[in-house]
């Protein structure tokens, strides 16, 4: 028996999984058995929940000899993407999801690598100084004091974010899902990266503010984020 799944929590995880999906169809390789496992789980939760949702290729069949085939990588990453839209589908809309999530005005929710790499806690301390100068408290996964699942603290912590700003240095797949979710979320992003980065194609056609030092990127986040609370406001004064 699997676990309830809500359909935010789905699209999460289907936004993990098309992230190595498509670095299996770069190299024009098959899913691997973790990805397909990972999948099925996805979808059996889903039926567990009560959701009708019935794709046809994450099970893996059959040859002649009886021996588990796996279908390629593209159409694997086809029906996750379609999947991905059906369940969008099913969310209420975006008046909707702000009166059963309020937004809380002010919290910036950060998406960064965290790793051994010396620049990370300068660059953390960066965003959050910028933030500062605008009156608005940024937050990081890890200075929540919970004790529950990342997952679902990520997930909390998305839904009520006014701004979620999305460091992609180091190219981390968990910072581009999860910023990924954010968009399908309806939130404001900010992507920011080190010079240097190298971005997935799906990033590419998105601004992103690239900076040389953690100076710099200061007082280019203190600018943006100056730029998309102006943009807020006035649809906020239009909205009432």
Known sequence: MFAKITIEEA?????????????SVKRDD?????????YGAVVEKLHSSGYEVYPVTWRQTQNDSG??????AHQVLKQVEMLS???RDMLPDQKERTQLFPVQKGYVFIIMAMSDDLQLPDIHEAIKLACQSHGLS?????????TGRITDNII?????AEIVIADLTLNRPNCFYEAGYAHGFGREVIF???????LEFDIKDYQVTFYENTVTLRN????RLGAVLEKLRKETSIEA
């Open 156 to 160: 909390e912590c998305i839904r009520k």
């Open 30 to 38: 098959k899913p691997s058995n973790q990805e397909m496992e990972y």
């Open 11 to 23: 699209l999460f995880e289907l936004e993990a999984l098309r992230v190595l999906l498509q670095e």
């Open 67 to 72: 021996l588990s085939k796996r279908p390629p």
């Open 85 to 87: 839209i059906r369940l």
């Open 138 to 146: 940024a937050q990081r996964v890890d200075e929540i004091e919970d």
């Open 220 to 223: 280019k986040l203190t600018k």
């Open 192 to 198: 920011t990266a080190r010079k240097g980065t190298v």
